[in-house]
């Protein structure tokens, strides 16, 4: 299950890499959600399902003309994934180019990416990915 989850994880993500909401949605389960943190975001919110992905991705588009995502490397926890990674943009009138770190943890349920959780370390996430499968 764990080769399976990270193979999964991967392709998702490469997916996403280019910021093209639609080319991730054979990896996103119906009852997806993710939630961006406060100290994360500069507009918190949960995002849910398809359309959930979608409105993320939006959100961007409005002030930005570039969105990609990056994974470091790609770890399995039990049945999640851990993926430390860098988000990078650059401002649609500015061009000004921004980078932010995060590490993400996915749960997969049916082959599908079914929660993200962001962190701001790879720290904080292994501790919850471990934390998580120990409780599982």
Do not use: C
Not at 26 to 50: C, K, M, N, Q, S
Not at 68 to 93: C, K, M, Q, Y
């Amino acid at each position: 299950m764990e080769d399976t989850n990270l193979d999964l994880v991967r392709e998702g993500f490469d997916a996403m890499r280019e910021g093209d909401p639609e080319a991730m949605m054979p990896f996103i389960h119906p009852e997806f959600e993710v939630t961006t943190p406060p100290g994360l975001a500069a507009e918190p919110d949960t995002y849910r399902g398809p359309e959930g992905i979608r409105r993320y991705f939006e959100s961007f588009y409005e002030a930005m003309d570039r969105v990609t995502f990056a994974a470091d490397e790609f770890i399995p926890v039990g049945e999640l994934v851990v993926v430390p990674s860098v988000l990078r943009t650059r401002g649609r009138f500015s061009g000004i180019e921004a980078e932010q770190r995060v590490a993400l943890v996915y749960e997969l349920r049916d082959g599908k990416a079914y929660r993200i959780s962001v962190y701001a370390t790879a720290r904080e996430a292994m501790d919850a990915a471990r934390s998580a499968a120990g409780d599982a």
